[in-house]
């Protein structure tokens, strides 16, 4: 329990040192650029205004009118198709903005309809991406059957990298698509391929919303929606993957500490209710420790590892030892090998002595 804290408390701060430096960086980036724009068009909205006698009620009418024809450029975006392609973008966590629901209605519909539409839309695309894991480990088996490796089956480092290359093949064709039909130069067309699969959806790039394409042409609409299907199962084939690699990594590492917690606890003896003195006695429970001798060795010699079958016979010799021994202390007799085969403390010599019954376990390390 006390690891698992650790990681987390690490990834928290890994997380959080990523996106500091991840604003520093942007901030380096497109913060002069920003300031730039925003200075060029005060400038071209102060000319317009100046140049047409224009209010500044009557700007702020034209910059609405002007935003809300954006929305409006490819069509009617709530006839089929593009509820259609609004209602995909829902489900699917990708959110441009580039329309929204404006009756109180719409939005009271739009909060229930995500609520039971996203968790089905996402075991969707569970169910897609492992059974696009399953056909790539069918495929990496039979390519290496082919090629008679000894080893045929794939290991989850094949599936994270055959998902991984599965997603790439899906961004370059979809930008490929944009490249030809939106006009876009084919980076831009990549950007938005990547902000769209990882459902990042800025919506600075918004396809399907020229020349009223939603409505004029069926074929590109029909591609775009099967591009977002694939991707997006591709994508969460090989987030699946990784996110269970890295449980399995974790689980592994909790599980191995808990056993060696197991193996040191099952080498210790606790004493519930007893005190040793530091004159080698003990106060507390009488009953705990018993009178008769303890024969087991603890010498230093004896903590180095042996064959199971060895040890085994060991403490079966010892046992048949240690039983005619107490017979014949029974009957008065002693068995004179037992004081020099065994080792017990004493206060001189600081080693074991015969009258504390103190058995101590040992471990290999």
């Given at each position: 329990?006390?690891?698992r804290?650790?990681?987390?408390?690490?990834?928290?701060?890994?997380?959080f040192?990523?996106l500091?430096v991840g604003?520093a960086?942007?901030?380096?980036l497109?913060?002069?650029?920003?300031?730039n724009?925003?200075?060029?068009?005060v400038k071209?909205?102060?000319?317009?205004r100046?140049?047409?006698?224009?209010?500044?009620?009557?700007?702020?009418?034209?910059?609405?009118?002007i935003e809300e024809?954006?929305?409006?450029?490819?069509?009617?975006?709530?006839?089929?198709?593009g509820?259609f392609y609004?209602?995909?973008?829902?489900?699917?966590?990708i959110?441009y903005?580039?329309s929204?629901?404006a009756?109180?209605?719409?939005?009271v519909?739009t909060?229930?309809?995500?609520?039971?539409?996203?968790?089905?839309?996402?075991?969707?695309?569970?169910?897609?991406?492992e059974r696009?894991?399953?056909a790539?480990s069918?495929?990496?088996?039979?390519?290496r059957?082919w090629?008679?490796c000894?080893?045929t089956?794939?290991s989850?480092?094949?599936?994270?990298?055959a998902s991984s290359a599965m997603?790439?093949?899906?961004?370059?064709?979809g930008?490929?698509?944009?490249?030809?039909?939106?006009?876009?130069?084919?980076?831009d067309?990549?950007?938005?391929?990547y902000?769209?699969?990882?459902?990042?959806g800025?919506g600075d790039?918004v396809?399907?919303q020229?020349?009223?394409?939603?409505?004029?042409?069926p074929g590109?609409?029909?591609?775009?929606?099967?591009f977002?299907?694939w991707?997006?199962?591709?994508v969460?084939?090989s987030v699946?993957?990784?996110?269970?690699k890295?449980?399995t990594i974790?689980l592994?590492?909790e599980?191995?500490?808990?056993?060696?917690?197991?193996?040191?606890a099952?080498?210790?003896?606790?004493?519930d209710?007893?005190?040793?003195?530091?004159?080698?006695?003990?106060h507390?429970n009488a009953d705990?420790f018993?009178?008769d001798r303890d024969?087991m060795?603890v010498?230093s010699?004896t903590?180095?590892?042996a064959?199971?079958?060895k040890?085994k016979?060991?403490q079966q010799?010892?046992?048949?030892?240690?039983?005619?021994?107490?017979?014949?202390?029974?009957f008065?007799?002693?068995?004179?090998n037992s004081?020099?085969?065994?080792?017990f403390?004493?206060?001189e010599?600081m080693?074991?002595?015969?009258y504390t019954?103190?058995?101590i376990?040992?471990?290999?390390?």
């Open positions: 329990m006390k690891r804290n650790v990681q987390t408390l690490s990834l928290v701060i890994v997380t040192t990523y500091l604003a960086i942007f901030d380096a497109e913060g002069t650029n920003n300031e724009a925003l200075e060029g068009l071209i909205r102060s000319d317009l100046q140049k047409y006698n224009i209010t500044e009620d009557d700007f702020k009418i034209i910059e609405v009118l024809r954006q929305s409006h450029k490819a069509g009617p975006q709530w006839k089929f198709a509820s609004f209602s995909l973008v829902v489900l699917a966590l959110g903005g580039h929204t629901p009756t109180k209605l719409g939005k519909f909060i229930s309809y995500a609520c039971l539409g996203i968790p089905i839309a996402m075991i969707m695309f569970q169910s897609i991406g696009m894991n399953k790539s069918v495929l990496i088996r039979r390519l059957t090629l008679g000894k080893q089956e794939a989850e480092t094949d599936l994270i990298l997603s790439l093949v899906s961004i370059i064709c930008a490929y698509l944009y490249h030809t039909q939106e006009g876009w130069s084919y980076f067309s990549f950007y938005y391929c902000i769209t699969l990882t459902t990042i800025f790039f396809a399907l020229q020349s009223k394409a939603l409505e004029r042409r590109y609409v029909i591609c775009s929606f099967s977002l299907l991707g997006l199962s591709s969460a084939s699946n993957l990784l996110v269970l890295f449980m974790s592994e590492e599980q191995q500490g808990e056993d060696e917690m197991m193996d040191v099952a080498n210790v003896d606790t004493f209710d007893v005190e040793i003195l530091p004159t080698h006695s003990y507390g705990f018993r009178n024969d060795s010498c010699c903590c180095y590892s064959p199971r079958r040890l016979q060991a010799r010892k046992l048949k030892v240690g039983l005619i021994s107490r017979i014949l202390n029974r008065g007799w002693r068995d004179g004081d020099t085969d065994s080792h403390y004493d206060t010599t080693s074991i002595s015969n019954k103190l058995q376990k040992r471990s290999s390390f």
